[in-house]
């Protein structure tokens, strides 16, 4: 596109990293404070789903052999999926059937690295790269449904230390702003939104500017609609009110266009992404896209150059992989949201994490739905058929199991909480097992276990049945005894807490995990993008004015689509 796209530069953050300064001129302020109010949302949305679900279906789609393979696998750059300076990022924990979900965090680049981006305009080239989109991913795990929450680029919050090995780079933990942790690697991005959400992250995919015109051409372009006409003269988005199908930069225009949509700040941008993302979905599951072999080895080739990803999606069969579980889950349940924020109390142009954030970061850890079905209630994960016993999964007890009073436990404390043991051994006497039941020395446990001698199998299930754990913790052990170690998933309390191991989780109310925070499914198409109708834009010698406005007064101006 002619002129500058939006970006940040970094300047130093104060915390031993850098952050990006804020934007100079009209380009940043209008739409600053508006979105500092109600929170902001990430960019490019109608990208990283896409490019998965793509790379894997092509592949198994075509299936032409070596040549294809190869040249996909070299297009694939990777990156370490962790740079903090201590720690991981985290460990999914199986559900009760032993199936896991997948995070993923989605990471757009406003890097100028190559000559393409650098040809798109904004920041100096090689100038080095800021977060411009941090979107978590949630799979849950058995499949049925996902969740896409967006992380502002603006926000404050405690980062972590990084070393960047590739650039021989680090930083020191400190308050600063999220997006500037890109500078030290993806897996220093990672690190932060780990340590902000306590959501694991499984994987990351990063994508730069031209990943999103690649990706848009390669689907034959991706219908919008407009509800007014609309020009921002900051990302040179013009649309005449109406539909249109966007390709390559209008697409780019479109989905980091930020003063011409809602109040002009973040939300109203935010708003835009979903439609192009739900759009380039449909698109994606319509019947001719991936039916047409050439649009098919098109978009393989533009999805996989598009992305650098952790080693453990460095390979075209590893994409097959994701790109199956995601087209397991249907549009209307594919849910995308922001986390909560409010204003920095230190800078008006600045988030911070608000009140009501760690309840949706809960419901996503704990695997929970935040879609609906038709009656308004969350739906409920699927059981997939019931399996034969294994020495993993212990038979059910029988009829005449023994008698609680004749089963003693031998309880020891691994959670890092004082008097855990005592607590719960003072809970399975209470609740009828044996008056011998007593408490061993302290270990150290991440997960909660019941442990079995041979023979114990039913009488492990029914101390764990009694506490709430789940069957999957049951396990064979060495010792003599029935053994409950309680690790660090269980700190308070003497029943099990839902969705902690496998234990079954209360479904969500979406309502509450998303209080504040506004959300929409990838099949609703029914409404045009709203314009804004606001203030939020300016042209040279005629001041502020509305992007109607600065439409009907650009007439020199080339639309961005018919």
């Known amino acids: 596109m002619g002129g500058q796209a939006e970006t940040v530069e970094p300047v130093a953050d104060g915390g031993g990293g850098k952050a990006p300064r804020q934007r100079s001129g009209d380009e940043g302020r209008a739409g600053a404070r508006r979105a500092a109010k109600r929170g902001r949302k990430g960019r490019r949305r109608g990208l ?30 990777s990156a370490p999926l962790f740079a903090g300076e201590s720690g991981d990022a985290g460990h999914e924990v199986p559900d009760e059937f032993g199936r896991t979900p997948i995070n993923v965090l989605v990471i757009g680049s406003d890097g ?43 926000l404050m919050t405690n980062l972590p230390g990084c070393v960047d090995k590739e650039h021989k780079t680090s930083s020191k933990a400190g308050r600063g702003q999220i997006n500037s942790t890109l500078q030290y690697g993806p897996g220093c991005t990672v690190a932060a939104v780990h340590q902000l959400t306590d959501i694991p992250i499984d994987h990351f995919i990063k994508v730069d500017f031209v990943g999103v015109i690649k990706m848009s051409d ?164 699927s059981s997939p058929p019931p399996a034969a016993p294994s020495s993993s999964a212990p038979a059910a007890p029988p009829a005449d199991a023994t008698p609680r009073k004749n089963i003693a ?47 114990k199998a039913a009488e492990a299930k029914q101390v764990a049945a009694a506490l709430g754990v789940p069957e999957t913790a049951v396990e064979a052990g060495a010792g003599g005894s029935i053994e409950l170690v309680i690790g660090a998933d269980w700190t308070q309390g003497t029943s099990y807490p839902a969705g902690a191991n496998g234990a079954p989780a209360a479904p969500a109310d979406p309502a509450a995990a998303l209080k504040g925070a506004d959300a929409v499914t990838a099949d609703n198409d029914g409404n045009c993008t709203q314009v804004s109708h606001e203030k939020t834009v300016s042209l040279p010698g005629l001041g502020s004015m509305t992007p109607v406005q600065a439409f009907a007064r650009s007439k020199d101006v080339p639309v961005s689509a018919p």
């Not at 896409?50 to 297009?75: D, F, K, P």
């Not at 977060?131 to 603006?154: G, Y």
């Not at 209008?250 to 973040?266: E, P, S, Y």
């Not at 994606?284 to 098109?298: E, I, Q, R």
Request: charged fraction near 20%; include cysteine; aromatic fraction near 4%.
């Open 409 to 455: 436990v031998l309880v020891r404390n691994g959670s890092g909480a004082a008097h855990r043991a005592t607590a719960l051994a003072d809970a399975l006497k209470s609740a009828g097992f044996s008056r011998e039941t007593s408490t061993g020395k302290d270990t150290a446990a991440d997960r909660t276990a019941v442990r079995y001698p041979a023979g």
């Open 112 to 154: 100028r690295d190559n000559p393409e981006d650098c040809e798109i305009g904004g920041s100096e080239c090689g100038a080095g790269a800021n977060a411009d989109v941090q979107l978590l991913l949630h799979v849950s795990a058995d499949r049925s449904n996902a969740t896409v929450m967006s992380i502002p680029r603006d």
């Open 218 to 381: 390669a689907v034959g372009g991706v219908p919008v609609c407009v509800s007014d006409d609309v020009y921002d003269p900051y990302s040179h988005l013009k649309l005449a009110k109406g539909s249109h199908t966007l390709k390559g930069m209008a697409a780019l225009q479109f989905v980091r266009t930020r003063h011409g949509f809602g109040d002009g700040g973040d939300l109203g941008r935010a708003s835009a992404q979903h439609a192009f993302l739900g759009s380039m979905i449909r698109q994606l599951k319509s019947a001719g896209t991936l039916t047409d072999p050439g649009k098919v080895l098109s978009l393989a080739d533009a999805a996989t150059k598009a992305l650098t990803v952790d080693p453990g999606l460095d390979g075209i069969t590893k994409l097959v992989g994701l790109a199956d579980d995601l087209n397991k889950v249907p549009p209307s349940r594919v849910t995308f949201t922001t986390m909560q924020t409010e204003a920095d109390p230190r800078d008006e142009n600045r988030l911070v994490a608000g009140p009501d954030a760690k309840k949706l970061f809960t419901t996503i850890k704990n695997d929970q739905s935040l879609s609906a079905d038709p009656n308004g209630a969350a739906t409920a994960p």
């Open 48 to 77: 990283k789903i896409v490019a998965w679900s793509v790379a894997g279906l092509v592949v198994v789609t075509v299936g032409t052999g070596g040549y294809l393979y190869m040249r996909y696998n070299g297009n694939i750059k």
